[in-house]
């Protein structure tokens, strides 16, 4: 039986950083997680052959050749349509923990938030401190979500979170203006003025 999952291309890639710059084999397994690649063994990985992926893994492939060392990117298709998707199930677990990490964390960042606003402490320095902590978060989700090529489950979690981290944010901001900002007084209009300027004349 075909479906769309056993005509899917992917990219083993085999790197060896043996006899090159000790920093050149950092990178290659800096990029390499940073793609999600499934490794096989230590030096053999695969990953899903999407353009990007294809492209950046070609770059990655010749910076290792220029500097010393080698290195393979083999396109291939699965033959067993269940072992291809026993894969697809092992990317999306390692995407899964990946967003699992950020939930435990955002609470945290909504703690705080809580916390200063009931000790009165709503403010502008800390509004700009929390915005910088919620971009980290969103940089962080941009960065799991840009690897999760297929659609881990705990992605939708993940991404209803940071959106519920930001409705705070936004709360607590509020809470800061009314702290901080100061009081307008009403504007009055036209016909109000010149009936107060009678009654004082």
């Given amino acids: 039986m075909t479906s769309e999952a056993d005509s899917r291309s992917w990219l083993m890639v085999s790197v060896s950083t043996a006899g090159a710059a000790g920093t050149l084999r950092v990178t290659v397994w800096r990029k390499l997680r940073s793609l999600g690649a499934l490794y096989l063994q230590q030096s053999v990985c695969l990953l899903p052959a999407e353009p990007e992926v ?67 402490r709503a403010t502008y320095a800390e509004v700009e401190e929390s915005e910088s902590d919620l971009e980290r978060y969103r940089s962080w989700l941009a960065k799991i979500a840009a690897r999760d090529y297929f659609d881990a489950p705990g992605g939708q979690a993940a991404r209803e979170a940071v959106e519920q981290a930001a ?17 307008e007084p009403p504007v009055e209009d036209a016909p109000q003025r010149r009936l107060r300027a009678v009654e004082d004349s």
């Fill in 54 to 120: 294809v492209r950046q893994v070609r770059r990655l492939a010749d910076k290792v050749r220029r500097q010393g060392g080698s290195a393979r990117v083999l396109t291939m298709r699965f033959a067993d349509g269940d072992e291809e998707r026993s894969v697809v199930a092992e990317f999306n677990a390692a995407r899964d923990d990946e967003y699992a990490e950020m939930l435990e964390r955002l609470p945290e960042f909504r703690q705080e938030l809580e916390s200063e606003r009931a000790r009165g």
């Fill in 167 to 183: 409705r705070d944010l936004a709360d607590f901001e509020q809470a800061a203006l009314s702290r901080e900002a100061p009081v």
